[in-house]
């Protein structure tokens, strides 16, 4: 009964480069979250989206940052050009139900996360 | 500005005695509080939710208080183990923001033997 599971665990990219992070939600499981998480500071929230939509992408910065949830595979966390101050721990969560059903009832489950370091 | 406060400073505490985090939260007005657990290299663990409209609530060694009027949530563990050494995430969840969690920096516990 696998979790969420997010691949690479580790991703090293020099600056100017892509990275792209994805996230397997669990199975069964159509709501996914992405968050952002900086040295000594809490998780920040960057997008919510089902599958082949985004519903919320208010905490995506609005260069270079990009997600989708396609109809098949993982959702993927696309970072173009990257900065030094990308580095940080994306952790990607999902739930079975929609999450306007509350927390309760839409319960968030997180992965382990992709470290990205940019040189 | 919105500010979740969370003791920044690690706490160390004996094995056997209970812990008690605290989280201060200003310019919100949560529907819920949760509380997560995270071990180094790994992502958030839900340890337990609480409502607005419940003071405590229990799950076997841990309790967790809600007080909107101070707008503060203490999370205790009784008969603390070194197992219980982790980070510990508060993050209160605000009406009609299901989808976004908002976390407080952490508090890092450490059980010493």
């Known amino acids: 009964n696998a979790g969420v599971m997010q691949n690479p665990r580790h991703l090293v990219r020099r600056r100017g480069q892509e990275a792209r992070l994805r996230c397997s939600p669990m199975k069964g499981h159509s709501h996914v979250y992405w968050y952002r998480q900086l040295p000594e500071e809490g998780l920040k929230f960057m997008v919510y989206?089902?599958?082949?939509?985004?519903?919320?992408e208010s905490g995506m910065p609005k260069e270079r940052f990009s997600a989708e949830f396609p109809k098949e595979g993982p959702s993927i966390l696309r970072i173009q050009q990257v900065v030094r101050g990308d580095s940080a721990a994306y952790f990607c969560a999902s739930s079975a139900r929609p999450a306007i059903r509350g927390p309760g009832l839409a319960r968030q489950y997180f992965g382990p996360g992709t470290r990205l370091t940019v040189t | 500005s919105q500010k979740i406060e969370q003791n920044s400073e690690a706490l160390n505490i004996q094995e056997g005695k209970t812990a008690t985090l605290t989280c201060n939260y200003t310019n919100y007005s949560p529907a819920y509080l949760q509380w997560y657990r995270q071990d180094p290299g790994r992502g958030p663990v839900f340890l337990l939710l609480?409502?607005?409209?419940?003071k405590e609530k229990r799950k076997e060694r841990l309790k967790v208080t809600f007080d909107t009027t101070l707008k503060q949530s203490l999370f205790h563990i009784t008969a603390s183990q070194p197992a219980d050494s982790a980070t510990y995430l508060c993050?209160?969840?605000?009406?009609?923001?299901?989808?976004?969690?908002?976390f407080g920096a952490g508090t890092r516990l450490a059980v010493h033997p």
């Open positions: 989206l089902q599958k082949e939509n985004i519903i919320d």
């Open positions: 609480i409502r607005e409209n419940e």
């Open positions: 993050a209160p969840v605000l009406r009609g923001g299901y989808n976004k969690l908002i």
